[in-house]
């Protein structure tokens, strides 16, 4: 089994910046994608960002490209999003997941991210 935590959300201005984390633990040797999706009250998860786990690809969805950056630490089996230049828009619940097999088999609890304006 592979288990999920996410950690780094919280408050933040208009024009600030955070740094999500989400460690793996478990049979992470199973793990060949990372990812971050979002989920806003009363709409739909979205897709954010992923990474291959040996950091060789990433992919970042229009709405966050030029603002966050995906990366991963794998000594340390965490991948982080830094998240800059942050928008009322991206207030969400962002959760942390793990691609198996071809499939998003593993998610994390999720770490509230809310924008100010």
């Known amino acids: 089994q592979v288990q999920l935590v996410e950690s780094g959300g919280g408050l933040v201005q208009a024009g600030g910046s955070l740094r999500l984390s989400c460690t793996a633990s478990?049979?992470?040797?199973?793990?060949?994608?990372l990812g971050w999706f979002r989920q806003a009250p009363g709409k739909e998860r979205e897709f954010v960002a992923t990474?291959?786990?040996?950091?060789?690809?990433?992919n970042y969805a229009d709405s966050v490209k030029g603002r966050f950056t995906i990366s991963r630490d794998n000594a340390k089996n965490t991948v982080y999003l830094q998240m800059n230049s942050l928008e009322p828009e991206d207030t969400a619940v962002y959760f942390c997941?793990?691609?198996?097999?071809?499939?998003?088999?593993?998610w994390g609890q999720g770490t509230q991210v809310t924008v100010s304006s």
């Open positions: 990474i291959t786990w040996s950091g060789a690809g990433t």
């Open positions: 478990g049979r992470t040797y199973h793990i060949n994608v």
């Open positions: 997941a793990a691609h198996i097999n071809s499939n998003w088999a593993y």
